[in-house]
């Protein structure tokens, strides 16, 4: 028999890469040019103030809380707290599984988007010899996730040492990239296209709605701010550090994020080259026209380096929000989540389920195209209802409220107003087309709802009070739970660095008791 003849090897121009890029996450459900062409330039620049202002208020309005409250627990536990002994299960309930699924979501949505970024950039490299497909690109996925379970398993000493790169990898990669591409630009749009520039590409008549749905982007961002939160139990000074820690999260991102997409703006050499020819990210065809293929390579390598880091925290929130809320028995499985390891110090198994979920959720796109879009939808939508909760809780029963250290005095409740008001307005406008069908999100929670109601209200009694008889003393807790053992050894001995979903703010371990008074 005669062999079969090889297989002939066709490389491919960077517009035939980009194309084939951009047509695969087209059929992912991603909207690489989301921004470009709901509203443009001056949608970008400006909705990203507007955003960032109103995140902001919802993360005052959470630091007050954190700073009363400091627990790995965070958003539901105070939920429980700040409500009524009747409704503080339910309230802890949906806060927490709404946080929980959105964290889940979250650490899937950045690691697959970090392995859509390390195909694409091999496949340049390789001038399209390398084809990335639907099961490189999930195994690309599966693979980091992997990576940021080990990390997240060697112990409180490297994670110290990843937090410490990260931080300061985190501002001064963003400024290396702008600065460079500033420099070596052969172009550079004027203020007008920047600041003014409107365009619409999404076939709606009315640029009131484009405006609004061009906000989605930002939003989508600027999420999980909550990640200090869950860290506070092994931190020092957690009533103060954690809040602070939530603030400058937003506060610094905010102020980088403006300066990143005004930088970006300012290169782009062709807006419609950009959006119709870039590789899957408009940032990335920025770079390459600004700097060349070899330098983009390398700005991208910094890039895909900084979004590595914001998966390993992301997977440390997580894995300590699943130790606290198996901790009180909220999950199946609990007894098994919640146990920390006692070489390791680390809550190793909440760390691997992380990582289980989160490879898991990247399946979908091998056979389901719109799948994954959806789950990474109800990732902002989850995240910001379980917000909503805790912040709404507190208005309505106020005298359970006893302010921390960092306390927002006569502006606290005009903050959780507003705070309320804009997360109802944006989880109205995640849900309206084109970009988000109402039914995926109605169907998911009405399942959360449907678990609640016929099985979870049965046995959920709220968050476990790790406090003995005497330290319960004196202290109104307002739910009312028989008294339970303190933590073991083991659970005392955690310590691990303290991070968050933009690795901006930075803590010390101890090795002190869980702190939920």
């Not at 921390?404 to 606290?412: D, E, I, M, T, V």
Request: proline share 5%; net charge neutral.
């Amino acid at each position: 028999m005669a062999p079969s003849p090889a297989k002939k090897t066709t490389k491919q121009t960077a517009e035939e890469i980009a194309a084939r890029d951009a047509a695969r996450l087209n059929q992912l459900g991603y909207k690489q040019v989301y921004g470009l062409n709901t509203g443009g330039p001056v949608v970008i620049v400006f909705g990203w103030v507007v955003v960032s202002f109103f995140a902001l208020q919802v993360g005052l309005a959470l630091a007050e809380i954190s700073s009363a409250y400091p627990t790995s627990g965070g958003l539901y536990w105070w939920a429980a707290r700040l409500s009524t002994p009747k409704h503080a299960p339910a309230a802890s309930w949906f806060s927490g599984w709404f946080n929980l699924i959105g964290q889940f979501a979250v650490t899937a949505g950045i690691d697959y988007g970090l392995a859509l970024m390390i195909a694409g950039v091999i496949s340049i490299g390789q001038h399209g010899e390398w084809v990335p497909t639907a099961g490189a690109t999930t195994g690309i996925h599966i693979a980091i996730c992997v990576s940021h379970g080990i990390a997240n398993s060697l112990g409180p000493g490297v994670m110290r040492r990843i937090n410490s790169v990260s931080t300061w990898w985190q501002v001064i990669c963003p400024l290396v990239v702008i600065i460079t591409i500033l420099a070596c630009a052969p172009t550079r749009q004027p203020g007008s296209f920047v600041f003014g520039h409107f365009n619409n590409n999404t076939g709606w008549t009315s640029p009131a709605y484009v405006v609004l749905c061009g906000l989605l982007q930002a939003q989508f961002t600027l999420t999980g701010f909550d990640s200090s939160a869950h860290m506070s139990e092994e931190t020092k000074n957690a009533e103060i550090s954690g809040p602070v820690g939530m603030i400058m999260a937003i506060v610094v991102s905010a102020i980088m994020g403006f300066i990143f997409l005004v930088g970006f703006l300012f290169c782009i050499q062709d807006l419609d080259t950009t959006i119709n020819s870039s590789t899957g990210f408009p940032v990335m065809q920025i770079i390459v026209d600004s700097v060349g293929e070899k330098g983009g390579i390398v700005l991208m390598v910094m890039l895909i380096v900084a979004c590595w880091f914001c998966g390993f925290a992301s997977v440390t929130a997580n894995s300590r929000m699943i130790y606290a809320f198996s901790r009180d028995g909220a999950m199946p499985g609990s007894k098994y989540w919640h146990q920390v390891n006692k070489k390791m110090e680390t809550p190793i198994n909440a760390v691997w389920l992380s990582v289980l979920v989160a490879s898991i959720l990247g399946l979908p796109s091998l056979g389901n195209d719109t799948a994954f879009s959806a789950i990474t939808s109800v990732a902002t939508i989850g995240l910001f209802l379980s917000y909503a909760i805790p912040i709404a809780c507190k208005l309505l029963n106020r005298k359970a409220f006893k302010p921390g250290p960092l306390h927002l005095g006569r502006f606290s409740e005009p903050i959780g107003c507003i705070a309320l008001f804009w997360i109802a307005f944006i989880t109205i406008l995640f849900v309206l087309p084109p970009e988000y069908p109402i039914t995926a999100v109605n169907m998911n929670c009405k399942l959360l709802m449907r678990r609640f109601l016929i099985d979870g209200r049965k046995w959920f009694k709220g968050p476990v009070i790790n406090l003995s008889d005497d330290e319960r003393v004196g202290v109104n807790l307002e739910i009312e739970q028989p008294p339970v053992e303190k933590l073991s050894d083991i659970e005392k001995a955690v310590e691990v660095s303290s991070s968050n979903t933009s690795s901006l703010s930075s803590s010390n371990p101890s090795n002190s008791k869980a702190n939920e008074k």
